[in-house]
């Protein structure tokens, strides 16, 4: 399953690298290369190559065929590179400017030459560091609001898009989340991970059966509904930026699935960010959220207006309709991802940095009982200001 | 796009379809064969080949590179022969009674041999004739129900779903689909088609924009949820029946689509052959669409207790939670086909052949008027037995 292509593939050594820039003529042929791997070796190989003369440089990003989580290793599939390649190639139709250049690819080498963006800082980095990145939610909501109206059946020639929901059949990137975001936290099961004291809170979660009732609705969604390309793993550790710039990377978890699950996940992870701070420091978190939907909805309203090629779309009230069932659906999303950041498997740098330890738990409390909420009262939430309130209840787990 | 693969294909004669039964040694070696090609002509040629010692039977059918609709000639891709056999030996798998035997199929050829059904009747032209087949909502009620559970991320590995999803990818038929079904008949398109004395009720369903809201949403669903292998031309033109036999035939138009949409055009089928009758004989279809969302329901509950894949599948509450959507989907569906086999391209003899035209008008106008209810009401709609109802009001168009 990992790995068709056994007998070509292998990995690069630093020095594979550089000749594979000189080869594909990437540089000058005189220029001197360096080559860093600057990967962290979870998931994949991550070369940097330098011309040192004039600094210039490209990242060559090679898949490895496992992941190794916390000391296990998973076999996974190579094919990722495929669709991380194809997914940056069809975005840049829509936001060249928002994600970063694919220069070459190699399917058998599970190879993806592209844009080095080393001078911006990874978006939850930043953010952990308090820097505001004034200009991140108006580029994550047009990189939202185009790239999803544009792929999907409202912006999209109708025919085209069923080729497009071939290619990007993700089983095995898919199942990663099926298992991690919207399986595993609400049951006993070993993936979890979470301070003994939360056990009380945890049980309580594991007992909701509304609760799980509405999982069940939205973990259904995401497995059915192939509604536009979605990035499928946008968390703020998939966003380069800096005050001025924002590039959306690694969309290797990119399917044809629900429109609401990317902006779930940018939601909930600006979310959880702001639980970290101290509450004068929240607001620019909750404007940051609020200016994500804003601009989505401005961005795919304004396609939706220009460009829909469904005939529907002139009927009366139907793009009102849509942007509220994207809505609802997002913050139900919003809602697994929160608990699964906090006691599953892949938790979050913003919430386990949290010290004291007394203090860390409360808010993980805090976070378990705001991503019930939203999941549980998705119909009835119908502005992003509606999610910041439910952050400011006491605990009451 | 109609034809990947002319330099192979050619359409067999009568002559071509003995020697390749020869061939493929579907008779004895000296059996005496004769052919007859009973096919329609109108999308597909359909052979008869018979061994006249013993009666025996195979039907070989061959997609044609067109359809040919009211004189027109439309490209349709031969894929859908693929398609229809691939669908055939899924189905198989769950229901081995209620599908015809696949013998052998040639792709390049687009050839599926199967069993000769010739000893049954076509549903449709069984009901018209006022024959009972007192079997057929429960077996269909069986194959809806083990079809399209066992093909649904309830209750099939949801990694192999997605190969499923991918190698059903359909989109010529879908395309007819989303245009005569969900699309033209609400808005002034030229393949419809109707008496001059409609216009203004067809009118009043062209300007309902709340209807046509409702239409949008239906037709999303149908573009976007691939919730389980739909057969996807699920009237009663695609069933053969006696009274002891049920077998579903021609699934051509096969995907991953909401279950709600067979289940909706077997009921919007069953609906408007009731309306063609007198009110005393219509009980019989009433009570076949009872049967047949009923016998869905056990089929679906027991597979579902038995053989659920899915972890939320123990949840308090989710398989009646499931139940109702799709219930409510299957209502809105079925509004969409009764409204568009009134007024759309391809109309059914049940109605077409009312006389006198004063009788074959209101029958019109209360298959209107009932399609749009449905629509409409979908959500308030709990039990079939409601459907009844909305034929039984005075037509106020």
New interface residues.
Partial sequence: MANKKSSIYQPLTESDAIALAKRLQLFDEKSQLTCNEIGDGNLNLVFRVVNSENNESVIIKQALPYAKVVGESWPLTLDRSRIETNALIKQSEFVPNLVPKVYYSDEALAITIMEDLSHLQIARAALIDGKNLPLLSKHIGEFLGKTLFYTS?YGLD??YK??L??QF????L??IT?DLVF?DP??NHDTNEYEAELQPDVDQIWED?AL??E???L??LF?????ALVHGDLHTGSIFADETETKVIDPEFAYFGPIGFDIGQVFANLLLNALSKDTEKQDILFDHIEETWEVFVAEFSKAWKEDAI???AS????LE??LSEIFEESVGFAGCEVIRRTIGLARVADIEGIEPKEKRLLTKQLALQVGSELIKNRKSIKTPKEIKNYTKQPVNF
Same sequence: chains 1, 2.
Avoid: M, S
Wanted: aromatic content about 12%; hydrophobic content about 30%.
């Fill in positions: 059946d109708q025919h069923k080729e929901v071939k059949i993700n089983p095995d898919c199942k099926e399986t609400f049951f059966q799980k009732l999982v069940a609705k973990k259904h497995l059915t509904k192939a509604e469904e005939t529907f009927v009366e009230g139907y309709y849509v």
